[in-house]
């Protein structure tokens, strides 16, 4: 079964009052933190000198490569749920239509980013703590899901 992407800025804003319960955010808190975050993810990258994937020196400005399938803004939003849902990389691509290792990629630049913010308490999720492992065990967790999921229809 494959569930559109749900949890982006656009679907969001159309049901503001479940950021909080899936974000831990309202959406103003949200986009104080986006205005922040997306000044000092911009930063972090344009000193990057190396390649991620390869440590190569750079040959070419950051961002001249492929595009994300997803927005800053979306991505930031999908790594907030993460760290709120506490997922499976498998079950988060299955939300949002990526791999496994997109999902890792993402959820790994954002946090580099969250974690230089002062302004922002980063807090990875805890070891101990049971990732939910299938599509269902979100929904059960996170009822407010269901807003969003009727609004696709």
């Known amino acids: 079964m494959y569930i559109l992407p749900m949890i982006t800025y656009e679907k969001i804003s159309m049901n503001p009052q479940v950021a909080n319960s899936l974000i831990g955010m309202s959406l103003a808190e949200f986009e104080k933190l986006y ?3 997306e000044l000092a993810h911009v930063g972090r990258l344009s000193a990057l000198q190396y ?3 390869y440590k190569l020196k750079r040959q ?3 961002g001249a490569g492929r595009k994300h ?3 800053l803004r979306d991505r930031l939003l999908m790594t907030l749920f993460w760290m709120r849902a506490y997922t499976t990389y498998k079950v988060l691509g299955s939300l949002y239509g990526l791999d496994k290792t997109t999902i890792e990629d993402y959820l790994h630049h954002v946090m580099q980013t969250l974690s230089t913010m002062g302004s922002f ?3 990875h ?3 101990d703590v049971p990732r939910l492992r299938s599509v269902q065990e979100v929904i059960i967790a996170f009822p407010d899901i269901r807003l969003i999921m009727d609004s696709d229809e």
């Open 69 to 71: 399938k997803y927005a």
């Open 35 to 37: 205005t922040e975050f």
């Open 125 to 127: 999720p805890l070891a």
């Open 121 to 123: 308490n980063f807090e």
């Open 60 to 62: 070419r400005a950051v």
């Open 51 to 53: 390649t991620h994937r």
